[in-house]
């Protein structure tokens, strides 16, 4: 195995008995990067220079007995709308072209203070939304890698880098995770920290992680959980113990249940038979969860929101800029700009009442699983596909995790989407890491 297929976990391993340096495990991403982005073009701004500088202060550091991070020497990845002081951060829009922040958000420095090396920053659609960027699909380059966080989906997927950042507002982790094969994470609304990262709804941004096990996932993940007083959905607690949890024997098999949601029908026929396929496998463990009929609305509560809150956090773009943003973005925020008072707080008071209704079902059930998209990347590099099977859980503000388990008719990644209680991260980790087993026979990653 060459040092960019490791793991996050292995290789800080390997630092930490010091089989390998950060500095050789950087240059080997950084290889790799040059021999496999050409085509991908997974990467909007890369300094190699200042990568390897990184790696070589945290090897002096642990050659002098200098304390070592739980992600020491590790390479990771950051969505292009994440602020950072040493990189540009341009949104994914020439609107903010040449843009240099002065100080790093939150999560950049959570990750630099657990011992990460920032290796560059990943693309993104155009303001996290839906206008594609440059990257493409690692298992076909003429499909989409999905949206908004592809580059970073595809930086992991592609064997880049092994840990990276995006987000989720709708579907802009799970759907890219899903499409390009690895793990994405998207944690309860609220656990991890948004000061410095463009904002576009406060009711929905999330911040996700992508990895290429469920392991890495909840190492970056607990790390990143911290309060904040500039992020008002933050709170003061103790950290969870994602890591050690996630790689633990549950107390007792868990049981999941299979939701087809409201959305059902626009799932793939393929992705239907998968499905199905996979709930059989399952057997005992696994049964039919109907959700009642106030779910059917939340993708329409979700919209509400969303566009409601893009005409707000973007109304300077659109009025300075208008020429320069794309026909949907600006048609999003032109819906958003109608959208009533009223209407807008019946939205955001409907995602206690689902979470209320959700109690109950993960009282008997460790998980939900339902597909994490309509089907396998599509074709063309015009569109990043649909979030349609997202948008329920980003609007409860639920955990979801999507699992690389699954193939489409195209010999194209399919993952398999988990859901947890809110607030509940680590269950929701533990049980999809024993479906990773289960299906896998262990061999995940």
Not at 38 to 67: F, N, S, T, V
Not at 151 to 164: D, E, H, K, Q, T
Not at 295 to 303: I, R, T
């Amino acid at each position: 195995m060459t040092l960019f297929e490791l793991s996050a976990a292995e290789a800080i391993g390997k630092i930490r008995n010091g089989e390998i340096t950060s500095e050789e495990l950087v240059q080997a991403c950084l290889d790799r990067i040059e021999q496999a982005d050409g085509e991908i073009e997974a990467w909007a701004h890369l300094k190699p220079d200042y990568a390897l500088d990184q790696a070589r202060r945290l090897d002096d550091q642990r050659q002098a007995g200098g304390p070592v991070g739980p992600l020491h020497g590790i390479p990771v990845g950051i969505k292009d709308i994440f602020d950072t002081d040493c990189l540009p951060t341009e949104n994914g829009t020439v609107l903010n072209s040449g843009r240099q922040p002065m100080e790093d958000c939150r999560v950049v420095s959570l990750l630099m203070e657990a011992g990460a090396v920032i290796m560059g920053k990943t693309v993104t659609t155009e303001l996290a939304v839906y206008g594609p960027g440059k990257t493409k699909n690692p298992h076909n380059p003429k499909h989409t890698p999905g949206g908004s966080s592809s580059g970073s989906a595809a930086a992991v997927a592609s064997f880049m880098v092994p840990l990276a950042v995006g987000s989720q507002t709708n579907g802009s982790t799970i759907r890219p995770a899903s499409f390009c094969g690895v793990v994405g994470f998207k944690p309860s609304h609220g656990l991890i920290p948004r000061n410095g990262i463009l904002a576009q709804s406060h009711w929905l941004d999330t911040v996700g992680v992508f990895a290429r096990s469920v392991e890495d996932a909840a190492m970056i993940t607990e790390v990143l959980v911290a309060y904040d007083p500039g992020d008002k959905d933050t709170r003061a607690r103790p950290r969870p113990t994602l890591a050690k949890t996630a790689v633990e024997e549950p107390p007792m098999p868990p049981m999941l249940t299979f939701a087809k949601t409201a959305v059902w029908d626009q799932a793939d026929k393929e992705t239907q038979d998968a499905f199905v396929e996979l709930k059989e496998l399952l057997g005992e463990v696994c049964d039919d969860l109907d959700l009642p009929e106030p779910f059917e609305h939340a993708v329409e509560q979700h919209g509400k929101i969303m566009n409601a809150d893009l005409a707000k956090s973007f109304a300077g773009y659109y009025e300075h800029g208008k020429d320069k943003l794309t026909d949907v973005l600006k048609g999003m925020i032109e819906d958003g700009q109608k959208v009533t008072a009223v209407d807008y707080n019946k939205a955001v008071d409907g995602r206690e009442f689902l979470n209320d209704g959700l109690a109950g079902v993960f009282d008997r059930y460790d998980a939900i699983i339902t597909p994490a998209a309509v089907g396998e990347a599509p074709a063309g590099l015009d569109s990043t596909g649909s979030p349609i099977f997202n948008s329920l859980w980003t609007y409860c503000g639920t955990p979801a995790i999507t699992l690389p388990l699954m193939e489409g008719p195209n010999g194209l990644p399919l993952g398999v989407q988990m859901v947890g209680r809110r607030g509940d991260d680590a269950r929701l980790l533990r049980t999809a890491r024993w479906l990773m087993d289960r299906i896998t026979g262990g061999e995940e990653g």
